[in-house]
């Protein structure tokens, strides 16, 4: 029953991920659009995962509790990722992200933090300076 379960789940955010993605536009990129990527991945996880519901087959080994929690932990760390990128800034929201991460995932925070520190800029002058892609380096709230 669990992987029917997992399997309508999966099918429901393939459906509404297609969905809303099939209006997405951008001001540059291919020339089939932006809006092909959400279709593309998501009608043939909506294939699989109806196979899912159809053929079921395993068991699922649900995890413990701790680890059940650092998962629930590290989606909220994701979440939050999501919901403060834009208001802190790429490279604030991505520190946050990069030692939260690697705090839940068992690193030592220090060891986290320095990785966060680093990384963070340097993502962004990857994408921003040399691939062209514009991301925001202060947010919302320092402008």
Same mark, same amino acid.
């Given at each position: ?11 429901m955010i393939a ?8 209006d997405y536009t951008?001001? +540059?990129? &291919? ?6 990527? %959400? ?24 995890? &413990? ?11 909220? =760390? ?24 690697? =705090?839940?995932?068992?690193?030592? %925070? ?17 994408? &921003? ?12 709230? +320092?402008?």
């Amino acid at each position: 029953m669990s992987v029917r379960l997992a399997g309508v789940a999966i099918f429901m955010i393939a459906a509404l991920y297609t969905w809303y993605g099939r209006d997405y536009t951008a001001s +540059f990129g &291919d020339v089939l659009g932006p809006a092909v990527f %959400p279709v593309i991945l998501g009608i043939p996880t909506m294939i699989l995962s109806a196979s899912l519901v159809v053929f079921p087959s395993g068991q699922v080994a649900w995890p &413990d509790r701790e680890h059940g929690l650092r998962q629930l932990a590290a989606l909220a =760390v994701l979440l939050g990722y999501a919901l403060l990128l834009r208001p802190l800034g790429f490279p604030l929201a991505t520190f946050g992200l990069i030692a939260g991460i690697g =705090v839940i995932l068992g690193g030592a %925070p220090r060891k986290a933090m320095i990785l966060g520190a680093v990384f963070s800029p340097a993502l962004w002058a990857l994408f &921003d300076q040399v691939l062209g892609l514009p991301l925001a380096f202060l947010g919302n709230w +320092f402008t």
